[in-house]
């Protein structure tokens, strides 16, 4: 659906070219993966291997470039270039706005990974010389997941969403679609026949896997979470409650609508996530949060170059290929998605304020949750007050994350709030992953 000049939502005919063939592709790999499990595992494996292995360059180069690419547009030239024309005014209003494409970006993935992500790089550090388990490690254990999360990962969403709104807003291109992004270089009417289908079905095929890998680390965080609250085991049972949950909300969010559902999800999961971060963050160990913080910035900057262009081809440590070139592709596999999703959420905005609002926002707000969740992790690792690693080698990731929440206190206020926002995360990112799905499968889109 899409948004009229009245402000009601109307209705677009499916683009069957587009719609069947990418259900058919998705549905009958994941059924030969299902049924050839192994070989299918085998063959992951192999081209994972070989993407982070012999192209992982592609990626950090790749990275870099998004980067340099989204400063010249934000800042060059064209940064006064407003989506809709000169006289446009945003849709909506600046916080929500905020809200709908930080929600929608990053999901129960952040929430997850950001509790534990610092113990993997602390067990096994980046670079060489530095020890296990030492101050050292601690230190770009800190740091490197606010790299992960930060600006790079950002911009690769920012370079889909400035050709894709402009040709819709301001070309008044038919279609919110990655093929209409892409009709500059391959030209119109190559992006109207099969090529353009091609790229729009590959789209739909990775946003389905991306929004898939999202939700594999959150649901069963959150299942844990439910059988704490309810005093139940774990079990398969409720790994389906948990689904059944997020397909509810993401389902009535979608029938209600962007302005109906999508925003009013996420204006009230941004709420919910300040009061959280605000209780932890007075609760918690405060100081060690804010100098922690402040020491892991200063890392980042010092060593931004050195991380961006690290492969390690000497020590193959695979750090880089296993956590750095790995998020690239994830970010870059959300990217024509989120670049949707922006693009149809920022008319009324110029390039400029989308170049510095998405990405220090988005930045900002990943690294508030490393701050408050992972150096209240860190400092009780640090100080014996509760075994993060231990936990997590003996029973699980999410179980380490709920035995955190417990030790900081109030566990009877904090872990509802935290089921609550996992919740809604995981509704915004399946909801927004399907309107941008949506508005890809439907044609004769109009403004």
């Known amino acids: 659906m899409a948004s009229s000049s009245t ?72 940064g006064h270039v407003r989506l809709g024309g000169p006289d446009a005014r945003p849709e909506f209003n600046r916080f929500s706005w905020i809200a709908m494409f930080f929600c929608s970006g990053i999901g129960t993935s952040l929430i997850f990974w950001a509790t534990i992500e610092w113990t993997y790089y602390y067990k096994s550090p980046p670079f ?29 969403y920012l370079l889909c969403a400035f050709p894709i709104g402009y040709a819709y807003y301001n070309r008044k291109m038919g279609g919110l679609r990655l093929s209409t992004a892409c009709a500059g270089v391959i030209g119109e009417e190559t992006a109207k026949g099969w090529v353009g289908k091609v790229i729009d079905i590959l789209m739909i095929f990775g946003l389905v896997g991306g929004t898939g890998t999202s939700l594999a680390s959150g649901t069963p965080m959150l ?9 139940v085991a774990h079990t398969a049972t409720i790994d389906m ?25 996420s204006d009230i999961n941004i709420v919910a996530v ?35 262009f690290y492969t390690d081809p000497i020590g193959k440590s695979m750090f880089p290929q296993w956590w750095t070139i790995f998020y690239w592709a994830w970010w870059i596999a959300y990217g ?15 390039f400029r304020d989308l170049a510095v609002t998405v990405t220090l926002a988005g930045s900002g707000g990943c690294a508030l949750f490393f701050m408050i969740f992972g150096n209240t992790a860190m400092h009780m690792e640090l100080n014996n007050l509760y075994p993060v690693l231990e936990t997590i080698k003996s029973q699980s990731p999410s179980a380490a994350i709920l035995g955190v929440l417990h030790e900081l206190g109030l566990w009877w206020i904090i872990l509802p709030l935290f089921i609550f926002v996992g919740f809604v995360y995981s509704g915004t ?19």
């Open 128 to 156: 060489a010389g530095t020890e296990a388990l030492s101050q050292g490690a601690a230190e770009w254990a800190a740091m490197y997941p606010i790299y992960h999360w930060g600006p790079i990962g950002w911009v690769l």
């Open 336 to 350: 024509p998605y989120m670049g949707i999703f922006i693009a149809r959420i920022s008319k009324g905005r110029t």
């Open 241 to 265: 409650i948990v689904v059944a949950i997020w397909t509810a909300i993401f389902t009535a969010s979608v029938v209600l609508g962007l302005k109906k559902g999508i925003k009013v999800l």
């Open 7 to 78: 402000g009601k939502e109307t209705s677009a005919a499916i683009d069957r070219g587009i719609f069947l063939p990418a259900i058919i592709t998705v549905f009958s790999l994941v059924v030969l993966m299902m049924v050839f499990e192994a070989s299918a595992k085998a063959a992951m494996d192999a081209a994972f291997n070989f993407c982070t292995n012999q192209l992982g360059s592609i990626y950090l180069w790749f990275a870099v470039f998004a980067l340099s690419m989204v400063v010249w547009l934000g800042f060059g030239r064209y």
């Open 223 to 231: 299942a844990e979470a439910l059988s704490q609250i309810l005093g």
């Open 429 to 447: 990112t399946v909801d927004s992953s399907a309107y941008a799905i949506a508005m890809v499968a439907s044609k004769d889109m109009k403004e």
């Open 274 to 308: 300040l009061a959280l971060c605000s209780l932890i963050f007075v609760i918690g160990p405060t100081f060690f949060m804010v100098n922690m913080f402040t020491d892991s910035i200063g890392m980042m900057v010092n060593n931004f170059a050195r991380m961006s």
